[in-house]
């Protein structure tokens, strides 16, 4: 088949049906968009647990005057309590595992929490005494937080024994509940997408039967007469695929890193390397999926 002739037919279906190829443009476009945001919220997901877990925590919570008495029947904690879990995180046992550790008194504490929740009613009316003195402690391996609770599970004095990662759960768990909700309305757009292929298409040929029966009479093969229909549904989506590219990579540009970077600087973010890695994904999808959609098209409605 001569090149010039196929780009002309192409150039010609595109033109007949101008309307209906804008809204596969626009429809590929909004679906891959929404592929490419659930793919960097999932790297998102993975950089931040990276980050996060790493720097996270276990906190042995001592008792106060406020603690529940079935946990602290005793109220404050005194201070053989304090030297007895120093004692124990100083342990030849728990020494292998503990990276480092501090200790954070009621003043501490205080100033921390007027800091966390200033402007807040609730600063108001909280006092020193009522927050908890804590050690907290950082571990080599954070996954291996049980041995702390094991080894402080039960000792008079101490309220609980909290892994940060715990929080950390619940805060991914809304995020990966995002990402599927992206996931699921981008699912439905591609097969949208894909249906408006195979009816534009259908289109196409439906309105060059005439010389599609002309063809097939000077001996045209099968490939010869669907490659142009198929590949007017290639570039309708090729073309959406590319703005869904660029709308990405401007998302990471101007939203992540011009806006979420600067004002959240104390954690990690995507950026434009990661959305690189989503763009040929994204023109790939594309293309993928609008081939398939166009062959099907042209084979099961025109019999060629």
């Given amino acids: 088949m001569r090149f010039g002739f196929m780009l002309s037919e192409v150039t010609e279906g595109l033109r007949r049906n101008l309307a209906m190829v804008v809204s596969i443009i626009l429809v590929t476009f909004i679906s891959l968009t929404f592929v490419g945001t659930a793919s ?74 007027q800091e966390q929740f200033a402007g807040n009613a609730v600063a108001q009316y909280v ?39 715990s929080y950390l759960d619940q805060i991914f768990l809304i995020l990966n509940i995002a990402s599927l909700a992206a996931v699921s309305i981008a699912a439905l757009m591609l097969v949208s997408s ?15 039967r005439r010389e599609l029966g002309i063809m097939r ?14 590949l007017e549904g290639v570039v309708a989506a090729l073309i959406g695929s590319v703005l869904a590219g660029v709308t990405v990579l401007a998302l990471i540009e101007f939203f992540v890193q011009g806006f979420l970077a600067e004002s959240l600087p104390f954690t990690s973010f995507v950026g434009l ?18 081939a398939a959609a166009s062959g099907l098209a042209i084979r099961r409605y025109l019999k060629i």
């Fill in 40 to 113: 960097l919220l999932q790297m998102q997901i993975g950089q931040m647990k990276n980050y996060w877990y790493d720097r996270a925590q276990v906190a042995i919570y001592l008792c106060t005057d406020v603690s529940p008495e079935a946990t602290c029947p005793r109220g404050e904690a005194a201070e053989d309590v304090k030297l007895q879990v120093q004692e124990r995180l100083d342990s030849p046992t728990l020494v292998p595992f503990i990276e480092k550790y501090y200790f954070e008194d009621h003043d501490q504490a205080f100033a921390n929490f």
């Fill in 127 to 165: 006092k020193p005494e009522q927050l908890n003195e804590t050690f907290w402690v950082n571990l080599y391996d954070p996954n291996q937080s049980p041995i702390l609770t094991e080894s402080f599970a039960g000792l008079a004095g101490v309220e609980e024994v909290k892994d940060q990662r």
């Fill in 194 to 208: 894909a249906l408006l292929i195979s009816t534009t298409i259908r289109l196409s040929a439906f309105s060059r």
């Fill in 217 to 230: 009479l000077v001996g045209a093969s099968n490939f010869s007469i669907q490659l142009p229909f198929i």
């Fill in 273 to 290: 390397s990661d959305g690189m890695l989503v763009v040929p994904l994204l023109i790939a999808v594309g293309i993928v999926l609008a």
